[in-house]
């Protein structure tokens, strides 16, 4: 903040005061303790003049004055000086500083280095690729450098607390952060199933060395594209929980009811917005029943046609580019475009689970504190019933809670029995 106050206070300096040159002081040399402030320059590659666009971002969320105690001494005498740019805030009326302000600071009158300063904002510069700082839209026809300088939530959370929180499920995060207390024993699977999943296991932990260190970003597009498909109940969004459980990546659940919107546009503008918020956080992005999104294109017979395919396009478009693990997950494969489905690196089936495998999740579901009656036989019971592995659990809550209601001291195969009873009535399936 120090170094940012001397790089104002120079530049007023050749404005309003004697000193003909800018002389900023030097940039101060962070400690190599780890700070998020260095992780953050040295992660993201930012050079001096971007060390100060990003501070003259965060130092009115640190320091409400921080401008105007600078910029108040040369402003009596000289009265309003609009090279300086900034805004006043809402509340407070404190000085908040626009693009104007960072061009000012940095090249002052130097057409060819306001030029240059000035494309540090446009799209493909660092700070907007990496998505730390943008500058806020301004109304038609005004200059774009009049906007506030914005730095991303997440960034002034992190720089000001040294920690990043995730972010919470609202309408600007349309994502809910998925958990679980699961293990991966706790995942029954067959051999097929669990191989690929150790597959894309292996693309979350060694993909920045194969892309970066190996060069294979030339050759490879960005990111990983995955189909979970199956029955419900089957393990797909567990598999995706237990996932970012184990390599250390939060993973969001889409939540498509605020993404999908009648109003044309508005489904890929909320889109576009998820995966700006997600791009460089290798986060794993999990669309559950993700046929409402990305179902098949379907003939143009109408307008609606028209932009339901349109819709399509760019939804496959913005997967395409992104860079982290997006899983998708539906009921039924047949329901999901040719188009998407050629650009999976990975299509994962989750069947029902047979026999060996459903006795295994009955043994497993049962609370140590639930007792079985002895004539109780699970393996037959196995046979007998097909359920999926979340079925199975239902079953089990339900004889255990009725276990406990009616104050028995042991689960009995009646009480098994009527939760299976149930689970089939729910299915519409034969008793």
């Known amino acids: 903040m120090q170094y940012t106050a001397g790089c104002v206070e120079a530049r007023l300096q050749t404005v309003f005061g004697n000193d003909a040159t800018y002389l900023p002081p030097l940039l101060p040399q962070l400690e190599r303790n780890g700070s998020v402030l260095e992780k953050l320059i040295d992660d993201h590659g930012l050079n001096s003049n971007e060390v100060i666009i990003l501070m003259m971002a965060l130092v009115p969320h640190l320091q409400v004055e921080f401008f105007d105690e600078i910029i108040q001494p040369y402003m009596r005498e000289s009265g309003d000086f609009q090279q300086i740019g900034g805004v006043r805030s809402r509340n407070g ?7 104007q302000t960072a061009v000012f600071v940095l090249a002052g009158d130097d057409l060819e280095k306001r030029l240059e300063i000035a494309d540090l904002f446009h799209h493909h510069s660092n700070l907007a690729k990496q998505h730390i700082l943008y500058l806020e839209d301004v109304p038609e026809g005004e200059p774009a450098l009049s906007g506030r300088l914005l730095l991303q939530p997440e960034y002034v959370e992190l720089l000001i607390s040294g920690t990043e929180s995730i972010p919470k499920l609202s309408m600007n ?13 706790d995942l029954v699977l067959n051999d097929t199933t669990r191989r690929q999943i150790a597959e894309l296991e292996n693309w979350v932990n060694y993909q920045q060395v194969l892309m970066t260190d190996w060069g294979m970003e030339r050759k490879l597009k960005p990111g990983y594209r995955a189909l979970f498909h199956g029955p419900p109940g089957t393990g797909k969004t567990l598999t995706a929980s237990l996932l970012g459980k184990y390599t250390g990546k939060p993973v969001f659940r889409i939540d498509l009811s605020m993404i999908v919107s009648k109003f044309i546009g508005e489904t890929e503008k909320n889109l576009s917005k998820l995966f700006e918020k997600a791009d460089n956080k290798n986060w794993i992005l999990f669309f559950d029943e993700a046929d409402a999104l990305f179902g098949k294109r379907t003939n143009v017979k109408d307008a609606h046609d028209k932009y339901a395919n349109q819709e399509a396009s760019y939804l496959l478009q913005r997967v395409e580019q992104h860079n982290g693990l997006v899983i998708l997950a539906t009921n039924f494969k047949n329901n999901i475009d040719e188009a998407f489905m050629r650009r999976f690196q990975s299509v994962i089936n989750f069947p029902l689970p047979n026999a060996d495998e459903r006795y295994t999740i009955w043994q497993k579901s049962f609370p140590p504190k639930a007792n079985l009656n002895g004539h109780i036989n699970l393996e037959q019971i196995s046979r007998k019933y097909e359920l999926s592995g979340s079925g199975i659990l239902n079953v089990v809550q339900f004889a255990c809670l009725q276990m406990l209601a009616r104050k028995e001291s042991r689960i009995t195969s009646e009480l098994i029995l009527e939760g299976i009873e149930r689970e089939y009535t729910k ?4 008793w």
């Open 173 to 185: 995060f349309p994502a809910q952060h998925l958990e679980t207390t699961y293990n991966w024993d």
């Open 427 to 430: 299915e519409n399936r034969v």
């Open 93 to 99: 009326r404190s000085f908040l500083p626009t693009g």
